[in-house]
């Protein structure tokens, strides 16, 4: 079916990430959130689409256990068992990971923490702006 909406959970992808929660101990639901983030925030300028979708999966999971969050998942979207207690280092994760202010994540369209962020380039290839050569 692919993608069918724009919330959180609507896409396979998502909908796949959330059923690998099953059966999991306590733990290992924190880890694979963890590393959810991880991989987006160890991304760089580029995020791989499968990885942003489930970054923004378990970052909506995380938020619908805060005190007070206005998310609240739909008993079809989420988890058919309840979350467990998440430590407050996993907010903090999903806020680098998913916060475009934050530092580590994209900022100013090619920014990461303030830094300017620069891509190997091969030497007189289309990209290299450096390049003098005419490519047309």
Not at 42 to 62: F, K, T
Not at 80 to 86: A, F, S, T, V, Y
Not at 111 to 129: E, F, M, N
């Amino acid at each position: 079916m692919g993608t069918w909406g724009t919330g959180p959970f609507d896409s396979d992808l998502a909908a796949d990430f959330v059923d690998e929660l099953e059966g999991l101990t306590h733990q290992q639901v924190i880890d694979v959130l963890e590393r959810a983030f991880q991989r987006v925030t160890d991304s760089g300028e580029r995020v791989d689409g499968g990885d942003g979708v489930e970054a923004v999966a378990a970052g909506a999971l995380v938020a619908s256990t805060l005190p007070d969050s206005p998310i609240v998942l739909d008993p079809d979207d989420g988890p058919r068992e309840p979350l467990p207690e998440l430590p407050a280092s996993l907010g903090a994760s999903a806020r680098l990971a998913l916060d475009p202010g934050s530092p580590g994540r994209i900022r100013n369209g090619n920014r990461l923490g303030g830094q300017r962020r620069r891509r190997p380039v091969a030497p007189g290839s289309a990209t290299d702006t450096r390049s003098t050569r005419n490519t047309h």
